[in-house]
């Protein structure tokens, strides 16, 4: 009897488990063949990986040991392999170009249960979960935030490193408690998706394990015990914030310039945002006594002006995963809120650090509306009118956008212009709750002293 198989399926089985297990730790592999198939299944200490493939012929099952996987798949040959079994305990593989000898065992892992109940996704719940992975942190004694909670009661998938959280929306789950799932570099994998024609992403849990189903793959991760923060609380801005408006093209500019502004190397890689005649971040490095400004020419805010600093890397995630409305406090008392449709992610400034005053001389100026270096002359205090008349030759010389171009930065202003538009009636919602409030008061303390003068 022997049993055939594709290389191809071979190589995207290691692809895969490559991204699930660890080098110190190879996985064992078990081959259980079957009336409908192959299964190809990798286990690990906490989590297990099926794949079904195609085959031809029939052996038993037997286990074999990674290392074997990846020799066999080293050439990367689109060809067909044969496995042939001994009566020494060995099995004779056999493909174009070469055949090998190895030991198996016989003794093969069970399959782990299929849930009885699965939910159905698209493509969106793992790009959920690639986000996610972003605010985790898996050193954190205190709580379980080295993995992904499921909010199964309110349809959400949380993250949190501690000093900031995302809070992604409007997920069905099969379940109403909380689930705990670990993070994986699988779900970054291109591959993972080869074998789901349609795209679906089935969800479940069983045995202990959080369930998923691409196609063919079946891929089970033990759930995390322990505790999760709790981040409702911050979820709300703080009264009398001040709102930002962060323009696409802005964003955009931010997310391409931050990983290069001075100060890189500094401990908690601090910038500096302010809100003066508009939107400024600023990066500093203290070594070389140098700087830079970004201001950012098509974004706004609303509210009294703050200055602040923060993790350039919160920065950059926020504008990732596209929360571009962001509330911040004047008080610095309550975490930086980030919004977009279905997102909310969270984080904490530092310290009130004032920004160190750097000679005009060594202070470079890069606009997002002309992408150019202004560096000020050591001699002008007015670094406005510099700025101001590379805007000037920036508007003369550039052409107008026509066609697509031109409808899609339309659209983009009029969806900027509702944006300002919401947090307008927000604050002036704020307001009136707030003068009634006062009014009702006012008009309970007068009916108190007409009741005492009457009496």
Request: net charge positive; charged share 20%.
């Amino acid at each position: 009897m022997t049993l055939t198989l594709k290389m191809t399926d071979l190589l995207l089985f290691r692809t895969l488990v490559g991204k699930l297990s660890k080098p110190s730790e190879p996985p064992m592999v078990c081959f259980i063949p079957g009336s409908t198939g192959l299964k190809l299944a990798a286990f690990t200490k906490d989590a297990t990986l099926v794949m079904s493939a195609f085959k031809q012929g029939f052996i038993d099952p037997f286990a074999i040991q990674w290392d074997a996987v990846k020799e066999l798949t080293d050439k990367k040959m689109d060809v067909g392999v044969t496995f042939t079994p001994q009566k020494d305990s060995t099995i004779h593989v056999e493909y174009a170009g070469g055949q090998r000898w190895y030991a198996i065992d016989k003794k093969v892992n069970t399959l782990p249960k299929t849930p009885s109940q699965t939910v159905t996704h698209s493509k969106r719940l793992v790009e959920a979960i690639q986000l996610a992975s972003r605010c985790t942190d898996s050193e954190n004694p205190r709580y379980a935030i080295g993995g992904i909670c499921f909010r199964g009661e309110k349809s959400q998938i949380i993250s949190t490193s501690g000093s900031q959280a995302l809070v992604q929306d409007n997920f069905q789950f099969p379940w109403d408690s909380d689930v705990l799932c670990p993070t994986s570099r699988i779900f970054a994998c291109k591959d993972l998706f080869k074998s789901a024609g349609t795209g679906e992403v089935f969800l479940g849990q069983v045995d202990g394990n959080v369930y998923f189903r691409f196609g063919t793959i079946e891929l089970y991760l033990r759930s995390l015990d322990g505790r999760f923060p709790k981040v409702d609380q911050l979820l709300t801005p703080a009264d009398g914030s001040t709102y930002l408006n962060i323009h696409p093209t802005d964003a955009a500019f931010l997310i391409d310039r931050i990983d290069k502004l001075p100060g890189k190397k500094d401990s908690n890689s601090p910038i500096w945002l302010s809100t003066e005649d508009k939107i400024q971040i600023r990066a500093f490095d203290k070594a070389h006594q140098t700087g830079m400004t970004l201001p950012l020419d098509y974004s706004t805010f609303l509210g009294v002006p703050v200055s602040l600093s923060m993790n350039r890397a919160f920065l950059q995630n926020a504008l990732r995963f596209g929360c571009l409305l962001i509330a911040v406090d004047p008080a610095g008392a309550t975490p930086m809120i980030c919004t977009d449709e279905g997102k909310t992610f969270i984080c904490m400034t530092l310290d009130k650090n004032p920004m160190p005053e750097i000679e005009a001389a060594r202070m470079s100026v890069i606009t997002s509306s002309t992408q150019a270096t202004v560096t000020t002359p050591a001699k002008v205090n007015a670094p406005v009118q510099v700025k101001r008349r590379r805007r000037v030759a920036a508007k003369s010389s550039a052409a107008k956008p026509t066609g697509n171009t031109a409808l899609l930065q339309t659209a983009e202003q009029i969806r900027q212009d509702l944006r300002n538009s919401l947090v307008q009636v927000n604050v002036l919602i704020k307001e009136v709750k707030a003068q009634r409030n006062q009014d009702r008061l006012l008009r309970n303390t007068m009916d108190s002293l007409r009741k005492l003068s009457l009496a």
